[in-house]
């Protein structure tokens, strides 16, 4: 249950890196001291997981998407507003779950905890812009 809670809370927060307005250059969690070697994996697993994600929404859902973010909306409520299907619900869930598995095993233990507790305070603070489907259980019934 945890897993998949972690799962689905990574999903919102990884939307978010990934759909980011090209201006934001920190696309790394803060204080996880990458090594060169991990940024650059980071990266790709980034780019791979974007162009996944990407492939998924029909066309139209690109430029509403790309139209939203570029008014200043957060990717994340953007996200919610493109009534995706529950197949692409789905789709998103699992390249977020092989992301998040490629992502942690690029890390040490020390680094993987630091991004979990990090995960878990930005996912408290943006529950109000994930759909209710995507949100972890745990933080719910806390609200």
């Known amino acids: 249950m945890k897993r998949q809670s972690f799962s689905l809370l990574l999903l919102g927060i990884v939307a978010t890196?990934?759909?980011?307005?090209?201006?934001?250059?920190?696309?790394?969690?803060?204080?996880?001291?990458?090594?060169p070697e991990q940024k650059t994996q980071w990266?790709?697993?980034?780019?791979?997981s974007k162009a996944q994600m990407q492939n998924i929404l029909t066309p139209e859902q690109q430029q509403q998407f790309q139209t939203l973010t570029s008014q200043g909306q957060r990717p994340?409520?953007?996200?919610?507003?493109?009534?995706l299907s529950e197949e692409q619900k789905t789709?998103?869930?699992?390249i977020m779950h092989s992301s998040r598995e490629q992502m942690a095993n690029i890390l040490?233990?020390?680094?993987?905890?630091?991004?979990?507790?990090?995960?878990?305070?930005r996912g408290r603070r943006?529950?109000?812009?994930?759909?209710?489907?995507w949100r972890r259980t745990e933080v719910r019934s806390q609200e």
């Open 108 to 121: 040490t233990e020390e680094q993987r905890e630091q991004f979990r507790q990090q995960m878990q305070m």
């Open 43 to 48: 990266e790709e697993i980034r780019a791979q």
């Open 91 to 94: 789709q998103m869930r699992e």
């Open 17 to 35: 890196i990934l759909f980011a307005n090209p201006v934001k250059v920190d696309a790394h969690p803060k204080n996880l001291n990458l090594t």
């Open 126 to 133: 943006s529950q109000v812009g994930v759909p209710s489907d």
């Open 76 to 83: 994340h409520r953007a996200m919610k507003q493109l009534n």
